[in-house]
């Protein structure tokens, strides 16, 4: 979903946001650094798989999952991180490693830290690796319908 298009689902369900142009940078905790938003505040998009079926784990840009509690939460026997390879081609418009965690737009579920959930605002890239978008966690969880639970660690 390239940034246009998610902008559009937001104006279309009357979501307040802001987006915010940054320069490259490696990884979620740079990324942050970079615009000034808390890591606590700045969603990670991790791809698993649970049991075979791709999902999306979100969680602080902090953190990691601990794919043995998500296992347990999400009532599966396995859950594993997915390659790039088996998920690229899931997300043909956005960056690898951009995708917005709005799986729920691409037929998958998503799981949200409860240690991210506990936020006011979430951020999060928009499809590109320059771009994020900061909203109400409200409003995603309002449009996104994730599972909340608690599978994040510290690291």
Do not use: W
């Not at 970079?34 to 990670?44: F, H, I, Q, T």
């Not at 088996?86 to 998503?110: I, Q, T």
């Amino acid at each position: 979903m390239p940034v246009k298009e998610l902008k559009d689902f937001l104006d279309q369900h009357g979501v307040k946001y802001v987006t915010i142009s940054h320069s490259p940078a490696h990884t979620a905790q740079e990324i942050a650094a970079s615009v000034g938003v808390s890591g606590r505040e700045l969603a990670k998009t991790v791809m698993v798989k649970l049991d075979d079926r791709m999902a999306m784990a979100v969680i602080t840009a902090v953190g990691h999952v601990d794919l043995g509690r998500l296992a347990v939460f999400a009532h599966v026997a396995k859950a594993d991180l997915a390659s790039e390879s088996e998920f690229k081609g899931m997300f043909p418009s956005c960056e690898v490693g951009a995708m917005p965690p709005f799986g729920n737009l691409y037929g998958m579920p998503v799981y949200v830290s409860d240690t991210l959930a506990k936020d006011v605002e979430i951020a999060f890239n928009a499809g590109r690796a320059t771009e994020l978008v900061r909203m109400t966690m409200q409003d995603f969880v309002r449009l996104v319908k994730p599972v909340i639970g608690s599978f994040e660690m510290a690291r």
